[in-house]
């Protein structure tokens, strides 16, 4: 038997170990488009101030799934689902001839930045940060530059910010909404980082977008906002988000949506074809909605599930995290979960509680918990965490959530109750 | 594979433990020392109590640990030796997304160093610290057959006798 991964990640990566653990001797082939082995992509903002040796940022040997035929600079471009056959080419765009055959395949080709569209975009001197390459290509742009301004506060645009702060750079972080790191914080949340933000000397100037991007003999040299204001820089970092990469499965017509569709055992349209990753389109775990998903943690969960599957396991997937991230952020930590945006009432009740810099929110839905904000003080925050993602009616615990500790012997302690109300009934 | 387990009816919740495992963890080892020493020694065990109930709370070592699953580092892995779930603090980045995905929120931050701590079952010693130091053994270190057995047999016991 004969697995082929496209994408050497977090799904592809966890899809491999997966099929290892319950097919031993099976094939596994992993493509990889880019020429560098495979890396913690959530550690590559350490590239660009050197933060980190190399080699730590690189996958872990002993989480790396034995007898993987790894190959890089390998580009799958095309897909005959019928005939089981695979097309790549190389780094230099020439076809790769045996095409690959597989028996089951994964999709984990991930995403990519999005780019807007900016007059001046095009060019040198604007850069994104998806690939090692990326990292080191703002790294290089980096020295001997003085001002650098990121488009966008997520979590990318914050990262390239504190990274390029780091090299000395004065940086300017602009975005559209009106607060940083919008889908990870609230209003107040976003008010405390604020401070930790503007305390590692990075400017952030809200409610704005560029304009313009402008250059002189084709260096860029500064950049226009929306209102007509103007920005020095010498590089730009763009961080608006990622879309899925969608041209291997949309080259053999395989079911498309916001991203590659699956079924809930993560198979494609086309038999033997399975998917996982920032590339698929699924469902919020928490709401039912449609997603796409750019969160490592999801793309891991749906490569072990879509591994599982390929190697004749029976593990189904139930769905993904809008919103599961964990993250230190000018020294302070913050921890987000689930459904934190909406507002009180009809059935939605918000709790929050801010202790100097320490904050937290809880969102309950009727009788269930439904997002988490915790800033500063995480300490137990997976029990908040599993309580969303298994739908646990929490009517019995919400004193206990509310309280400023808890723990999971709460959560056990109200289990044996209810275990004492099931023996009493008889 | 011998796992720590809890008789939450015999725990007093003295935190003994807590103090055994923050020790056994520092560089001294020695109530005495320790508590001076910088890094912060830490425990990884949290007794609890709510309406009077007792429990200490500690890693699992699951099979399929969550922790291990959503590590974007590669510094927490299964130690096949030890089998326990460990952390690898060269690899570690302080980004907490293990803390985010424990469902027994037992992973801590040692704030000094900026890293996850979590029970590593004492290597080096036959008997973690934490199940060495319990006076009244509601901490045991035990084989999970070995000791499910006993709790039934004890359960079959009290059964009989009432």
Known sequence: MRHVIVGASAAGMAAAEAIRKRQPSAEIVMLSAEAHPPYYRPLIPYLIYQGKPDDEILREPRLTPRDLH???????????????????????????????????????????????????????????????????EIASAAQGASNAVVLGAGRIGMKSAFALRHLGLS??????????????????????????????GIRTILGH??????????KVISVSLDDGSELKADLVVIGVGVQPNLE???????????????????????????????????????????IVSGIWTNAVDMGRVAGD???????????????????????????????????PGDDVEVFTERRGSSYRKLVFLGNRLIGLVMVGNIAGAGVYQTLIREKVDVSDLHRELLGPRFHYGHYIHTEKKVVDRYVSAG | ?????????????????????????????????????????????????????????????CEDAPCVAACISGALFRDVVADAVVC???????????????PYGVIGRQLELGKAVKCDLCPGREIPACVDSCPTKALIYQEAEDFSKERRQAFAASVAGG
């Not at chain 2, 690898?88 to 424990?102: A, E, K, P, S, Y």
Request: aromatic share 6%; hydrophobic share 40%.
């Open chain 1, 171 to 200: 940086v300017t972080v602009v975005e559209l909404l009106e607060r940083i790191v919008p889908q990870q914080l609230d209003a107040q949340s976003a008010a405390i980082f604020a401070e930790a933000v503007e305390n590692a």
């Open chain 2, 88 to 102: 690898d603090w060269t690899r570690c980045i302080g980004c907490w997304t293990c803390i985010m995905v424990c």
């Open chain 2, 1 to 61: 594979m011998k796992r720590i387990f809890v008789r939450t009816e015999i725990c007093t919740a003295c935190k003994t433990c807590e103090l055994a495992c923050a020790i056994e963890h520092s560089q001294a080892k020695s109530i005495h020392a320790s508590p001076y020493e910088r890094p912060h020694p830490m425990r990884r065990v949290f007794v609890e109590a709510t309406d009077g109930r007792k429990i200490p709370i500690l890693c699992r070592h």
């Open chain 1, 209 to 218: 977008t560029l304009a313009q991007v402008n250059r002189r003999n084709g």
């Open chain 1, 309 to 343: 599957q390929m190697a004749g396991g029976d593990v189904t997937y139930k769905g993904a995290f809008s919103l599961l991230n964990a993250m230190e952020l000018g020294g302070l930590p913050v921890i987000s979960v689930g459904d934190i945006h909406r507002s």
């Open chain 1, 70 to 136: 790894l190959r890089l600079d390998t580009r799958a471009v095309r897909l005959d689902p019928q005939a089981h056959i695979i097309f790549c080419v190389d780094g230099q765009g020439h076809e790769i001839d045996p095409p690959i055959y597989y028996d089951r395949l994964l999709i984990a080709t991930g995403a990519s930045p999005i780019l807007p569209h900016i007059p001046g975009l095009e060019g040198g001197g604007v850069f994104t940060l998806r690939t090692w390459q990326d990292a080191l």
């Open chain 1, 248 to 290: 291997l499965p949309a080259s053999c017509g395989l079911r498309v949506g916001q991203g590659l569709q699956v079924d809930a055992y993560l198979c494609t349209s086309a038999p033997d074809v399975y998917a996982a990753g920032d590339v698929v389109e699924t469902s919020d775990i928490v709401t039912g909605t449609t």
